[in-house]
């Protein structure tokens, strides 16, 4: 059991008796950070609150650091485990630094009495969390961001060892998502704070997170690793995905392929082709295009957009075969565009793509467009 410092064994959880997820099993190290991701109503914040003392659980077992969660007192509880949920405490006012010491009330006794030491962790975590200037503030007349970042120094003012977030950054714009999430790492890192969170942003998880939980339906999903649990093809099934895709290499998110007969050949790479591509897919207009390297940044949005896509190994010399086979693609379109400004000595296949699209009369300009290309 102490091979991992959280653990949970086949863990049943839900409500009025019917269960929402079954046979959870998951196990983290002390200091990282686990994220739950999955469709919404897939069990993510029954997890949470399971874990948390909120929802009893219908079987399973939690332990942290060998012991038992569940049988764990309340008190002894709050002492090693902090909790911040979407719907905050009560805060008529209540100043932020009010707020942020109400995490100290664990150890304060009945009367909630602040001693001078714990006055001192008022201040330690303020400060780590960056939230010391809002102090004398009116806690619910700061922006979205400053709350979330003042009820993560509330959460942590308990001196955990695990601290448990439910869709913390949800609300966020992206400078505060980032902001939160960094904070959290620099707790990991300076505390060995243990985090564990529900997030709809599956970029941030991937990116943040040390091991994954995907949730779906009532049994539990694939645990891992960012490398394991975000491979070709696994959130387009988790998340049922039929209208686009999601690039699991680079996290990104596209709209359905345009339907019909490409006519429209787009010479692109380098990244130059992603702008040309998301045009023509939100004009609804069906396209192909070549050569696209493997490891380049137009190859994601090709795969998914483009009615066909010619591509290529990186590093190595382009087969003639595959330059014949995007001539004949162009030849079927009838016209083609160039994203690229300059084509690189050492990219000869489409140098010889572009000559061919010239000396056909295939190419035509971009610029004054409007709705398509003409030529």
Not at 58 to 64: C, D, I, N, R
Not at 252 to 266: C, I, M, T
Request: aromatic share 6%; proline share 3%; hydrophobic share 40%.
């Amino acid at each position: 059991m102490r091979e991992f410092f959280f653990r949970i064994k086949s863990l049943c959880a839900g409500y009025e008796g019917k269960a929402v997820v079954r046979d959870v099993e998951l196990g983290i190290g002390r200091g990282e950070i686990l994220s739950l991701i999955g469709p919404n109503g897939a069990g993510k914040s029954t997890v949470l609150r399971s874990i948390a003392g909120q929802l009893k659980v219908m079987g399973g077992a939690v332990y942290l650091d060998g012991e038992s969660v569940l049988e764990m007192k309340r008190q002894q509880r709050a002492r090693r485990m902090s909790v911040m949920f979407t719907k905050g405490p009560g805060t008529e006012m209540m100043t932020c630094r009010d707020v942020v010491a109400m995490g100290r009330y664990p150890y304060t006794g009945r009367f909630g009495v602040l001693s001078s030491g714990d006055e001192r962790v008022v201040d330690e975590v303020m400060e780590l969390v960056h939230v010391e200037e809002l102090g004398g503030t009116d806690f619910n007349r700061v922006s979205d961001g400053q709350r979330q970042r003042v009820l993560l120094a509330r959460a942590l003012c308990q001196e955990p060892e695990i601290v448990i977030l439910d869709e913390p950054v949800t609300f966020l714009d992206v400078r505060y998502k980032l902001e939160f999430l960094s904070v959290l790492q620099e707790m990991r890192r300076r505390k060995g704070l243990t985090v564990i969170m529900s997030l709809h942003e599956l970029e941030l998880a991937r990116r943040v997170s040390d091991k994954i939980l995907c949730l779906k339906g009532e049994y539990g999903g694939r645990f891992g690793t960012p490398e394991k649990i975000f491979v070709p093809g696994a959130m387009e099934e988790l998340f049922e995905i039929s209208q686009g895709s999601f690039d699991e290499r680079g996290g990104g998110v596209e709209l359905k392929r345009p339907q019909g007969q490409a006519d429209l050949f787009v010479i692109a790479g380098g990244g130059t082709g992603r702008e040309v591509f998301h045009r023509l897919q939100r004009e609804g207009r069906p396209f192909a295009t070549g050569i696209i390297y493997d490891n380049d940044l137009d190859w994601p949005a090709a795969r998914a957009l483009a009615c066909e896509a010619v591509t290529a190994g990186a590093f190595e010399p382009v087969d003639p075969g595959v330059v014949c086979r995007a001539k004949e693609l162009m030849d079927r379109c009838g016209r083609a565009v160039c994203s690229r400004k300059a084509i690189g000595s050492l990219d000869l296949a489409n140098r010889e793509l572009l000559e061919y699209a010239k000396g056909t009369g295939m190419l035509v300009g971009m610029e004054g467009c409007g709705s398509v290309w003409t030529g």
